[in-house]
């Protein structure tokens, strides 16, 4: 059982942007499989969980990147549980380079459900063993409740998406990931070519389901730092026109490729 977690990943040419850097939603899909083979370490694979009639749902993510690796790149993610509170846990993780530099950082926050009783669950007694926990978060900077988006009032464009079948996760719900591939594919391409991704912090109110359809509400405004800006997302399930996510993005001008 062990306190930090390490998995190593090298980059492929399906994992990359066409930029060559490893796109975003594949960095996530790198930390999900990472949570899961921590898990796997203390007994409990998430697909035998998923058979006793148990699993984790995500709940929220923060993530802050100082760069993304390049295509063929191996990364080393570090990850640790940092909190937990009867159904809830919270888990950080460290991206580092062949250089062993640290290049993002995420902490996210998971509820621990039982799928028979559709409701949540105690968290079992190996994943709240004080001799695992790792006290602190990593990411402490919140951008989905600054002041600009607070007093927004830019303006408003919405797009729409079909959910699709390999979309779907196990729990039958749209897999955690597929979030970041509508919202990064709803940026204008000026933004995605000028402006770097620096942080994104997203909350999961309500899932969606297979078939649907979704509507992104999408928000541009100036940050306060000069050249940067915040993106507001909104994710609706058309169907049963609820909120389903919340995302903010914070993008920084590039200056050196321009």
């Known amino acids: 059982m062990k306190q930090l977690f390490h998995v190593i990943f090298k980059m492929h040419t399906i994992d990359a942007q066409d930029n060559q850097n490893l796109s975003l939603v594949k960095l996530v899909d790198y930390l999900n499989e990472t949570a899961g083979n921590h898990s796997k370490s203390f007994g409990y694979p998430l697909k035998s969980l998923f058979e006793d009639g148990y699993s984790w749902i995500l709940l929220g ?17 570090e990850t640790w549980i940092s909190e937990t509170k009867r159904c809830f846990a919270y888990r ?3 991206i580092k380079n062949n250089h062993n530099h640290i290049i993002a950082k995420a902490s996210s926050q998971w509820i ?17 063993n004080p001799k ?16 600009i988006l607070k007093q927004s009032s830019g303006k408003e464009t919405s797009d729409g998406f079909i959910v699709q079948k390999k979309d779907i996760d196990i729990l039958e719900h749209v897999h955690n990931s597929k979030y970041f591939d509508w919202v990064i594919n709803v940026k204008p391409e000026k933004i995605r ?7 994104l912090q997203i909350l999961y109110h309500h899932e969606i389901k297979y078939p649907g359809e979704i509507i992104i509400k999408q928000e541009i405004l100036p940050s306060e730092q000069n050249g940067d800006l915040l993106i507001y997302d909104t994710i609706w399930d058309k169907e049963n026109q609820r909120l389903s996510s919340e995302i903010a993005t914070k993008w920084q001008y590039n200056y050196i490729n321009q």
């Open 132 to 147: 695992i926990i790792k006290p602190g978060k990593i990411c402490r900077q919140t951008i989905l409740n600054s002041d």
């Open 92 to 94: 950080e993780f460290i």
């Open 112 to 128: 621990f459900y039982n799928i028979k009783k559709k409701k949540p669950a105690k968290i079992f007694s190996e994943f709240s």
């Open 61 to 77: 993510w923060n993530i802050q990147i100082n760069e993304l690796p390049l295509l063929k790149e191996q990364i080393n993610i």
């Open 193 to 199: 070519l000028q402006y770097n991704l620096k942080q």
